[in-house]
């Protein structure tokens, strides 16, 4: 018996399928963003329009039938409210076809469960950093078990200020990617460095930058951008490290594709001990599986169903962790 996810919280519309923990399909449709970025209508209208497609590969790739769906879970939130709605529709009209309970996950508890099990880790502390988001968390039991935030980003995602420079400098796409690639052979430059016990914020690097492309080279600013704000994440996840006293380290979300903040994070693991791990990029990226990871979880430990909602706002620490 098979748990089918179904993500829509952004830009990617995704279904993926897991049994017993063992990820069998994971499919997906991408908007593609252009210069005006994301417009939610029009993304929410693009994931309507692709939504049974992508459901039914990843049933068709995972071999299964509908009748074999045990359980469905959707992207509850955070994100945006149309994309998330068509994803909950969608899991919603599944369920009722099936007779399947519906689980709604938070995103963020997403992206760090399909790592923290493909490493088969027990406690972590957590990096999760993307465009919507940049928090350090680990479970913690009280008031209720629950992944707490140790410290966040007190403006932007870490994800959104990659983008919202490319855009700025021009670069296509304008993604982190991109900036990373420009970012090779650069010199360094002075940068603004904003970090608060373990919290941190963006936006001054951000509009640093932006006003540094009069005076300097794209691939000097880009270059001083990654390395301080990367830098930042590392210096507050450090100090979160030494306060919990974790022994694990997993860093997830589509920044957590960037191989460099991998090679700072890992060297600064090592130097404490610590074993580090970050998923492959397919699970970094958005995508169906790691929801389906999820309500499975929720599943197998006894979760109660829910009626279906979105929470644009959703935050990983009110959640409960039955598992
Ligand atoms: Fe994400």
């Not at 991109?178 to 919290?199: F, L, N, W």
């Not at 404490?272 to 309500?295: K, L, Q, S, T, Y």
Request: charged residues 20%; glycine residues 12%; proline residues 4%.
């Amino acid at each position: 018996m098979a748990v089918l996810g179904i993500e829509s919280s952004a830009h990617t519309f995704g279904a993926g399928v897991t049994e017993r923990g063992k990820i069998l399909a994971n499919c997906k449709s991408m908007y593609k963003i252009g210069g005006t970025g994301m417009i939610p209508m029009k993304v929410a209208d693009f994931h309507a329009r692709n939504a049974r497609k992508v459901i039914q590969d990843a049933i068709t790739k995972s071999c299964i039938c509908e009748g074999d769906i045990e359980a469905i879970g959707y992207t509850k939130g955070p994100g945006l409210g149309p994309c998330l709605r068509v994803g909950q529709l969608s899991a919603k009209t599944l369920a009722d076809s099936v007779g399947a309970p519906l689980f709604p996950v938070n995103h963020c508890i997403g992206h760090i469960e399909i790592t923290r099990q493909s490493f088969g880790m027990k406690d972590p502390l957590v990096l999760y950093v993307s465009g919507g988001n940049s928090q350090i968390l680990a479970i913690a039991e009280e008031p209720f078990r629950h992944y707490k935030v140790y410290g966040e980003t007190l403006d932007i995602g870490v994800g959104n200020m990659l983008d919202n420079f490319a855009r700025a400098a021009g670069l296509v796409p304008a993604w982190g990617s991109k900036v990373a690639e420009v970012a090779k052979g650069g010199s360094y430059i002075r940068m603004p460095y904003t970090v608060k016990g373990m919290d941190f914020a963006f936006t001054g690097i951000l509009t640093h930058s932006i006003k540094a492309l009069s005076g300097s080279g794209v691939s000097d600013v880009a270059y001083s951008l990654q390395e301080t704000s990367f830098a930042m994440l590392c210096e507050a996840t450090e100090r979160a490290l030494m306060l919990s006293g974790k022994m694990e380290l997993l860093a997830c979300g589509g920044v957590a594709q960037s191989s460099r903040l991998k090679a700072m994070l890992g060297a600064m693991a090592r130097a404490h001990g610590v074993r580090f791990g970050a998923a492959p990029d397919e699970f970094n990226a958005d995508n169906g599986a790691m929801i389906a990871v999820v309500a499975e979880e929720m599943l197998r430990s006894g979760s109660e169903p829910e009626p279906p909602a979105i929470d644009q706002r959703s935050r990983p620490d009110a959640v409960r962790i039955t598992w």
